[in-house]
């Protein structure tokens, strides 16, 4: 089976800072995809981004870029000039190729204090 | 993308009552999945919905407690049954696309 663990439970950073995220996952698949997902206090799960496991290039999406290690299998999530809006729970999550469900991770709590 | 709403969107219930959740996409899906999110906690997978099939249940989580219906390619429902206080959690439906998942805005569950 298929673990995810994010061993920061919360952090807290000043805003326009840069943070970094960390998930590591446990999987004997060759075929996968890992994916961050934001929780802001309004409870709505909002993807952030997506990675493929047979892609070495590391996905960005404008202030957020991952850093993607298969062979170490750990997948950070970094977000740049963060803003107050970045205030949320953050959970990484894993899917098996053709499987479509989702593993997560126990979520890290960020706080973007102004 | 996806569009999903959920109804209700919260709701406070007596022990031993039941609940139906009703999930609707904008678009057709082959698969629906339903989560559940205990307080303070991460989300695990109740169980995968097709069209036309029985539900898919993970380990743990059971039909008779929590009976699925998949009626058509964009609705989906989930009943919570004979509640307890350890049922109050937030329940989110999901669907895939193109290898991403959305979800729906969620129910919050309170039971008393």
């Known amino acids: 089976a298929q673990t995810v663990t994010q061993s920061q439970p919360e952090m807290s950073v000043q805003e326009a800072e840069t943070v970094t995220l960390s998930c590591t996952y446990d999987?004997?698949?060759?075929?996968?995809?890992l994916f961050w997902y934001k929780q802001p206090p309004s409870r709505q799960m909002i993807l952030v981004i997506r990675?493929?496991?047979?892609?070495?290039q590391n996905a960005t999406e404008n202030r957020f870029s991952v850093n993607f290690q298969k062979a170490a299998k750990s997948f950070s999530l970094k977000i740049s000039d963060s803003q107050l809006g970045d205030t949320a729970m953050y959970f990484c999550?894993?899917?098996?190729?053709?499987?479509?469900?989702?593993?997560f991770g126990q979520g890290t709590r960020l706080t973007i204090n102004p | 993308s996806a569009v999903i709403s959920q109804k209700p969107s919260r709701d406070i219930c007596q022990r031993g009552t039941s609940l139906t959740i009703q999930c609707q996409v904008d678009?057709?899906?082959?698969?629906m999945f339903w989560y559940r999110q205990q307080p303070g906690q991460s989300l695990t997978l109740i169980a995968t919905?097709?069209?036309?099939?029985?539900?898919?249940?993970e380990s743990g989580f059971v039909i008779d407690k929590f009976p699925i219906s998949r009626p058509n390619l964009t609705f989906s429902t989930l009943t919570v049954s004979n509640m307890s206080p350890e049922d109050s959690s937030i329940y989110l439906c999901?669907?895939?696309?193109?290898?991403?998942?959305?979800f729906g805005p969620g129910t919050r569950l309170t039971v008393l």
């Open positions: 999901s669907v895939s696309k193109d290898y991403d998942q959305y």
């Open positions: 999987t004997s698949e060759n075929n996968y995809y």
């Open positions: 990675q493929e496991a047979y892609k070495q």
């Open positions: 999550a894993f899917m098996k190729g053709g499987a479509q469900k989702l593993v």
């Open positions: 678009s057709q899906v082959t698969m």
């Open positions: 919905a097709n069209q036309g099939s029985e539900a898919t249940y």
